[in-house]
């Protein structure tokens, strides 16, 4: 299957190698790096960042760094969705160690299974998470009980797991998610993306009990919790009073950043604020901006003809671009069915760590997981759960795409044609 982007003519001015213009070509090469060399990723996108930005204003005469930042009377600038991330990053690492301090996650054995199953079940306490979290904090959360549940040794494909359980949660529900709240936002009712869920649920039960299992051989979960322990009850009103503004703000102001730092600064007049877990998640929210600001860059204009193909295919290309210009592009063109959109571009940026935030959230928790090569030998069963996920959801539901919108609503009497 071939998905290829369609882009803006090339004028004469910017240089291309074999017809792809020379921007592509330095994002790839960025990509390469990050999977090559993992314990330099930061660099690496910084450097990706610094020759396609240089690249743009030398030879690309309609690009316009300030317009592309803050925006113009025709489009919003990227200054939203890379404000958002830097919030969420810094803000959710906060989040981690106030969950992590309140000891909650040592009692959580008395509630798991203590063979492979308890695994599963962590995975399942991520996915419903993630429904109406962003799946950052799922994964988080998600990450951290797991972190503590197996003694801090995680195999990888169970990592990918966890990032395909937190995205696949948000996949049909537009508060779960920054691409399907977009959907929202724009007009897109929530019933038109909730049967995402058709495909996240099997797709999560295949990665699921494999990485249940692989983890179960690589360290079994604790069978019982300490005795005597005290959950600082605090804390958790702390990580309550952020989960409550991120919803809050993302519903209210399409800005959960924003409900995040008022949780934590909240919670600062109560008790001690782990201040030191900031600096110790820059270098991977710097990457992730880089990447998201690479991609931005992109001179992609619009997609091929809106069909099921072209959105599975999206699954794929999410792993390595940012979902959200693609999901900006499939809002604008019209004729997808929604919640297969939801799903794929969702769910399919779990098949590498860096394909979603999640991935680059959990990453800063588990290192070891910015080892592309051994994340996609471990966590091959992600991209398998994603086919799966995908053709269960289009044998049972079908492909029903919407016709192209106007004014952010279907227009009435209007059909396009189904899938069988």
Known sequence: MTLMLQINGASAAVPTIAGIRLEFVLFALTLLGVAIFHRRTMHVALAGLSAILLFKLSFDPSFHLFEHIVGSELEEGEWRVLLNLLGLLLGFAVLAKHFEESRLPEVLPRFLPDDWKGGLVLLVMVFVLSSFLDNIAAAIIGGTVAGVVFRGRLHIGYIAAVIAASN???????????????????????????????????????????????????????????????????????????????????????????????????????????????????????????????ASMMPVNELPSASWVTAM????????????????????????????????????????????????????????????????????????????????????????????????????GVELEQAP
């Open 168 to 294: 696949a949660g948000g996949s049909g529900s537009v508060v779960g998610d920054t691409t399907t709240t977009m959907m929202w936002i724009d007009g897109v009712a929530a019933r038109d993306v909730a049967h995402g869920y058709v495909a996240a649920v099997p797709a999560l039960l295949v990665c699921g009990i494999v990485a249940a299992f692989q983890q179960d051989r690589l360290q079994r979960i604790t069978r019982d919790a300490p005795a005597g322990v005290e959950i600082e009850w605090r804390r958790i009103v702390v990580v309550a009073l952020i989960l409550t503004g991120t919803i809050a703000t993302n519903i209210l102001f399409d800005f959960p950043a924003l409900g995040v730092w008022l949780g934590i600064l909240a919670g600062a007049f109560f008790t001690r604020t782990p201040w030191r877990e900031v600096p110790r998640s820059i270098r991977g929210t710097v990457f992730l901006l880089s990447l998201v600001m690479c």
């Open 313 to 412: 295919g999206l699954g794929f290309v999410s792993a390595v671009f940012d979902n959200i210009p693609l999901t900006k592009l499939a809002l604008e063109q019209g004729g997808y069915d929604w919640g297969v959109l939801a799903y794929a571009v969702g769910f399919g940026g779990s098949m590498i760590w860096f394909g979603s935030s999640a991935g680059v959230a959990m990453s800063n928790l588990y290192p070891q997981a910015k080892n592309t090569a051994a994340y996609l030998r471990d966590g091959w069963h992600v991209a398998l759960a994603y086919v799966v996920g995908f053709f269960i959801m289009l044998g049972v539901v079908g492909w029903h795409p919407h016709p192209a919108r106007v004014g952010g609503q279907d227009p009435p």
